[in-house]
C-alpha cells in the first residue's frame, strides 16, 4: 500500500507569513497533484509536477517535486486568509495501463487575519 | 457553468440499510471517479469507470459496495447493508479521457452518516 504523509497536520498563522507544507512517500510516484479543499467541496486542482526536482511557481505558491519523485513540497509566500483551507497532495502511479491517484493525509491550514 | 454534481447532498440512514449515491459527471467526460473520504483524511479511491465498464474497482472495501454506470454517463454508489463504519464523504470525479494528463474534477460530495 502506498502512503503518503504530510505535514503539519494542521498550521495556523497570522497573515502575512510564509509556510511550507510537505508530502512524504517511500514510494516512487510518475507525477505528484496538490488540491486545496473548502469545506462542503471536492478538491481542486492546483498543480501538477512531473519531472523530479521540478518546481512550479502559482502566484505565491511554489511547488517542488523532490529529486526521487517520492516526496514534494508546498512553499505559500506571504499568506493571505484566502488560502484557509485542505491542502491535499496526491501522488499519480501508473499500472497496467491504468493510473492512480493516491492522496495524502492533507494538512489543514488557517490564515489568520 | 455545469459541474459534476452528486446527490443528495447529505443521507442519514440506520445500519443494515441499503443506500444508493448518485452522481452526474461533466457532460462528454468519459473517465469517472468515486472516493471516499473520512474525517481529517484525504480522499481514498474506491472505484473507476471508462465508459461504462469498470476499469478499475480494486478500491471497493467489500462487496457489500458495488458502483454501476450503465449508459456511460451518470453513475450510482451502492452500498449494502450499511455499517457505522461506511460513514463518510464520497466524492464523485470526472475527467474528459483517463489519467492525470486530464484535470480530475470533483463534485461537492455526499456525507453518508449511519446510525
Known amino acids: 500500500t502506498q502512503l503518503l504523509e504530510q505535514s503539519p497536520q494542521f498550521l495556523s498563522i497570522q497573515e502575512g507569513e510564509n509556510l511550507t507544507v510537505y508530502c512524504n512517500s517511500s514510494?516512487?510516484?510518475?507525477?505528484l497533484q496538490w488540491y486545496r479543499q473548502e469545506p462542503g467541496e471536492g478538491p481542486v486542482l492546483l498543480v501538477t509536477?512531473?519531472?523530479?526536482?521540478e518546481v512550479k511557481k502559482l502566484k505565491r505558491l511554489t511547488f517542488q517535486f523532490g529529486d526521487a519523485r517520492k516526496d514534494s513540497s508546498l512553499h505559500i509566500t506571504a499568506a493571505q486568509p484566502g488560502d484557509t483551507g485542505l491542502y491535499l497532495c496526491a501522488g499519480v502511479s501508473r499500472y497496467f495501463g491504468n493510473e492512480k491517484l493516491t492522496f495524502g493525509t492533507g494538512t489543514r491550514l488557517t490564515i489568520i487575519p | 457553468g455545469a459541474g459534476v454534481s452528486q446527490t443528495p447532498s447529505n443521507k442519514v440512514t440506520e445500519k443494515g440499510k441499503y443506500v444508493e449515491l448518485r452522481c452526474d459527471p461533466i457532460?462528454?467526460?468519459?473517465?469517472l471517479y468515486w472516493y471516499r473520504q473520512s474525517l481529517g483524511q484525504g480522499p481514498e479511491f474506491l472505484i473507476y469507470?471508462?465508459?461504462?465498464?469498470?476499469?478499475?474497482d480494486s478500491g471497493l472495501p467489500n462487496d457489500r459496495f458495488f458502483a454501476v454506470r450503465p449508459e456511460g454517463s451518470v453513475s450510482t454508489l451502492k452500498i449494502q447493508r450499511t455499517e457505522r463504519g461506511d460513514s463518510a464523504v464520497y466524492l464523485c470525479?470526472?475527467?474528459?479521457?483517463?489519467?492525470?494528463?486530464?484535470?480530475?474534477?470533483f463534485g461537492p460530495g455526499t456525507r453518508l452518516t449511519v446510525t
Open positions: 509536477v512531473v519531472t523530479g526536482g
Open positions: 470525479a470526472s475527467s474528459l479521457r483517463p489519467g492525470p494528463s486530464y484535470e480530475q474534477y
Open positions: 514510494s516512487v510516484f510518475s507525477s
Open positions: 469507470f471508462q465508459g461504462t465498464g469498470a476499469a478499475d
Open positions: 457532460s462528454g467526460h468519459t473517465a
